[in-house]
């Protein structure tokens, strides 16, 4: 079964950087694009990044160079590292791929920028 571990998260400073991980198994994850998105407290989840298959890259204008969205197909793995965190990124970030008509979501990962 398709499964999707988030990893990476933590407490961080404005200003500074991040690496989250997202590990996939149970499907053929190069033949999938890869998403990230986020959840703020009281806020609804929205879509921060977005990656396919060949690796072309799309950013919501909120992170748009500040963040960047890779990926491993020979290890299974996405990545989005994060720079120049700000307050307001708090979250938790969750990735995402969609599968037969399914989407399949990860457990997230906490972020928390604050000083």
């Known amino acids: 079964q398709v499964q999707l571990v988030e990893s990476g998260g933590g407490l961080v400073q404005p200003g500074g950087s991040l690496r989250l991980s997202c590990a996939a198994s149970?499907?053929?994850?190069?033949?999938?694009?890869m998403s990230w998105y986020r959840q703020a407290p009281g806020k609804q989840r929205e879509w921060v990044a977005a990656?396919?298959?060949?690796?072309?890259?799309n950013y919501a204008d909120s992170v748009k160079g500040r963040f960047t969205i890779a990926r491993d197909n020979t290890k299974n793995t996405m990545h989005l590292q994060m720079t120049s965190l700000k307050p307001e990124d708090t979250a938790i970030y969750y990735c995402?791929?969609?599968?037969?008509?399914?989407?399949?979501w990860g457990q997230g990962t906490q972020v928390t920028v604050s000083s």
């Open positions: 995402k791929t969609r599968r037969d008509a399914s989407d399949y």
């Open positions: 149970g499907f053929t994850f190069s033949r999938y694009a």
């Open positions: 990656i396919s298959p060949a690796g072309i890259t």
